[in-house]
């Protein structure tokens, strides 16, 4: 379990996933039409050691910051968003293993420092108490990169205190389940987030952890892992994951119009056949609100992800104000990135329809990333809201 020989600091880590940018944006179009992301991809990402971002050091890893997972993913999602979002969410999957019990790390990385964890928490399948652990059966969906994954979380409902069910994460291998080709979809195709089953298969007591102690600022990993990123509430920032992928898919878009646009000359008769895109003033003003939007998307949440661990690491665990405004920001950054692409395709006319051009999936992919349960305004806003106003958010993630 020693570290690594040297530990990059997250300027390095950036440097290398943007050196990794033009393969990966090369596959874009392949990784959709595939709905996976390729093996070649993750292999890549892998050598250039971007998933070690938030992996304990005990365990290979650099203990840097959940921004800089973030910052990476923002890089990778300029070039393939579906790409981004397995990376994303995987590495910072590798902060959740380390709150789970030593053995339960030991069994993930014991043999295999580099594997990589995907997820699927809605909890649509049942867990039975059985001696020494619990028999999960039935069936899981929406869980993003499972072709590329060694492990899976498997959100369940255990017996809790008193009787009463609790909401509990369990970690099963690759071959223990099934995979289900359901993703046939609109946007983030490439993400390859199918069905997965599972049919009576045990998971040992250690491989089981309840959200409430991963929740706790003591989950059984911080025994282990003594830096303070470990007993960080998980909820207050794991929906970071699926922010920055938005972000970086508006970023892509952006780089894309300026492109398109630098030289192109229009042949429409309403605005004067043969005249420069890059002349008109509407197509300079989209261009400029477009830069402020993902500016100031990426401002929210990588100050968050900053402030609320630097604080930890101060000693200062985020309060329920804190981590009710990381919930919103991550909502609100993704409204803004689909905001930013919406201004773009608006003013991309024709040549932005094909479906080998770039800006129509960015466009399609942004507003997938919205979908997510997590980054649903109206549910997310409306909890922050009761709360501004004095009323009890009641026992919402947060």
């Given at each position: 379990?020693?570290?690594?020989?040297?530990?990059?600091?997250?300027?390095?880590?950036?440097?290398?996933?943007?050196?990794?940018?033009p393969a990966i944006r090369a596959r874009a179009a392949a990784?959709?039409?595939?709905?996976?992301?390729?093996?070649?991809?993750?292999?890549?990402?892998?050598?250039?050691?971007?998933?070690?971002?938030?992996?304990?050091?005990?365990?290979?890893?650099?203990?840097?910051?959940?921004?800089?997972?973030?910052?990476?993913?923002?890089?990778?999602?300029?070039?393939?968003?579906?790409?981004?979002?397995?990376?994303?969410?995987?590495?910072?999957?590798?902060?959740?293993?380390?709150?789970?019990?030593?053995?339960?790390?030991?069994?993930?990385?014991?043999?295999?420092?580099?594997?990589?964890?995907?997820?699927?928490f809605a909890p649509t399948g049942r867990a039975e108490p059985?001696?020494?652990?619990?028999?999960?059966?039935?069936?899981?969906?929406?869980?993003?990169?499972?072709?590329?994954?060694?492990?899976?979380?498997?959100?369940?409902?255990?017996?809790?205190?008193?009787?009463?069910?609790?909401?509990?994460?369990?970690?099963?291998?690759?071959?223990?389940?099934?995979?289900?080709?359901?993703?046939?979809?609109?946007?983030?195709?490439?993400t390859g987030s199918k069905d997965l089953v599972l049919d009576?298969?045990?998971?040992?007591?250690?491989?089981?952890?309840?959200?409430?102690?991963?929740?706790?600022?003591?989950?059984?990993?911080?025994?282990?892992?003594?830096?303070?990123?470990?007993?960080?509430?998980?909820?207050?920032?794991?929906?970071?994951?699926?922010?920055?992928?938005?972000?970086?898919?508006?970023?892509?878009?952006?780089?894309?119009?300026?492109?398109?646009?630098?030289?192109?000359?229009?042949?429409?008769?309403?605005?004067?056949?043969?005249?420069?895109?890059?002349?008109?003033?509407?197509?300079?003003?989209?261009?400029?609100?477009?830069?402020?939007?993902?500016?100031?998307?990426?401002?929210?949440?990588?100050?968050?992800?900053?402030?609320?661990?630097?604080?930890?690491?101060?000693?200062?665990?985020?309060?329920?104000?804190?981590?009710?405004?990381?919930?919103?920001?991550?909502?609100?950054?993704?409204?803004?990135?689909?905001?930013?692409?919406?201004?773009?395709?608006?003013?991309?006319?024709?040549?932005?329809?094909?479906?080998?051009?770039?800006?129509?999936?960015?466009?399609?992919?942004?507003?997938?990333?919205?979908?997510?349960?997590?980054?649903?305004?109206?549910?997310?806003?409306?909890?922050?809201?009761?709360?501004?106003?004095?009323?009890?958010?009641?026992?919402?993630?947060?």
């Open positions: 379990m020693d570290g690594p020989a040297a530990k990059p600091d997250p300027a390095t880590l950036l440097a290398r996933a943007r050196a990794l940018a990784t959709e039409r595939n709905r996976r992301v390729p093996d070649i991809s993750i292999e890549e990402l892998r050598a250039a050691d971007l998933f070690r971002i938030v992996q304990p050091a005990r365990w290979g890893g650099f203990e840097h910051g959940i921004d800089t997972v973030c910052e990476v993913a923002i890089e990778v999602a300029r070039a393939c968003g579906s790409t981004a979002w397995v990376y994303s969410t995987t590495a910072l999957h590798q902060w959740i293993i380390a709150m789970f019990p030593e053995a339960a790390q030991a069994d993930v990385w014991g043999t295999d420092r580099g594997a990589i964890v995907g997820g699927s059985v001696d020494g652990g619990w028999r999960l059966s039935g069936r899981w969906g929406f869980a993003s990169g499972c072709d590329n994954t060694d492990w899976t979380f498997f959100g369940v409902l255990i017996d809790g205190a008193r009787g009463a069910k609790e909401m509990a994460m369990a970690l099963v291998p690759h071959g223990a389940y099934a995979v289900v080709d359901t993703w046939h979809v609109l946007g983030l195709a490439g009576g298969v045990f998971v040992p007591a250690h491989r089981v952890m309840p959200v409430a102690l991963a929740q706790s600022g003591a989950p059984p990993g911080a025994a282990v892992n003594p830096d303070p990123l470990y007993r960080l509430p998980f909820l207050s920032l794991i929906a970071a994951c699926l922010t920055g992928p938005g972000i970086g898919i508006a970023a892509g878009a952006l780089d894309d119009f300026i492109a398109m646009n630098a030289e192109r000359t229009t042949r429409g008769a309403a605005l004067g056949g043969q005249k420069r895109m890059a002349e008109f003033p509407t197509v300079q003003l989209r261009v400029a609100e477009a830069a402020a939007l993902i500016d100031a998307a990426r401002l929210l949440l990588l100050r968050d992800c900053r402030e609320t661990v630097e604080a930890m690491r101060d000693g200062r665990a985020p309060d329920v104000a804190t981590r009710l405004r990381n919930r919103r920001d991550h909502a609100y950054a993704s409204r803004l990135a689909v905001q930013a692409v919406d201004r773009l395709f608006e003013a991309a006319g024709g040549a932005g329809l094909f479906d080998g051009g770039p800006l129509q999936r960015a466009w399609r992919d942004v507003h997938a990333v919205t979908m997510h349960i997590s980054l649903n305004w109206d549910a997310i806003g409306t909890l922050y809201g009761r709360a501004l106003l004095g009323l009890d958010p009641g026992p919402g993630q947060y």
